[in-house]
């Protein structure tokens, strides 16, 4: 994902980041991150969160659902509270390096669920056809994975100074 000639995190300081991404960037971050906290647990949105939280035993049940009772409110919590941290946030200039992991955590939880209902796989993705219905979900898919290159990528530089 190009973002010109701008970087969209840069390092400011060890555990400061300004934040290069535009108007219109920043109210797709906001809105899907809205759109994902609504659907954290709502029971009908289940099947589409199935990545975000994974089976800990395929072939026994019984050892996944105690694994789920386990750890399943920790991880809607965890999640929750990196998205509601990327919507207070995505009108600030400069994040700390929390808000940067909540950043990472909350933007790679909605990439999962898109890539979920998009059905994305190790494959390249399809041939899709002018009039797609999902072309702007795969445009959405795209670009929260530029982001988080970006996110990774800002933030690693500061880890080697």
């Not at 600030?92 to 940067?100: A, H, V």
């Not at 056809?129 to 990774?152: K, Q, R």
Request: charged residues 30%; contains cysteine.
């Amino acid at each position: 994902m190009a973002f010109g000639l701008r970087r969209p995190f840069q390092p400011k300081g060890a555990d400061r980041f300004t934040v290069n991404l535009g108007t219109r960037e920043r109210a797709v971050v906001k809105a899907v991150c809205e759109d994902l906290v609504g659907a954290l647990e709502d029971p009908a949105a289940e099947p589409l969160l199935r990545r975000v939280y994974p089976v800990a035993h395929t072939t026994d049940a019984s050892i996944d659902a105690a694994y789920q009772e386990m750890v399943h409110s920790d991880l809607v919590t965890s999640r929750r509270q990196a998205l509601e941290r990327i919507i207070a946030s995505t009108d600030e200039k400069d994040l700390d390096r929390s808000q940067l992991e909540a950043w990472m955590i909350g933007l790679n939880t909605v990439r999962l669920v898109l890539g979920t209902r998009l059905d994305v796989s190790e494959d390249m993705p399809p041939e899709l056809e002018p009039d797609d219905p999902d072309i702007p979900a795969w445009a959405v898919y795209e670009f929260l994975g530029g982001v988080l290159d970006a996110i990774v990528r800002s933030s690693a530089e500061t880890l080697s100074s």
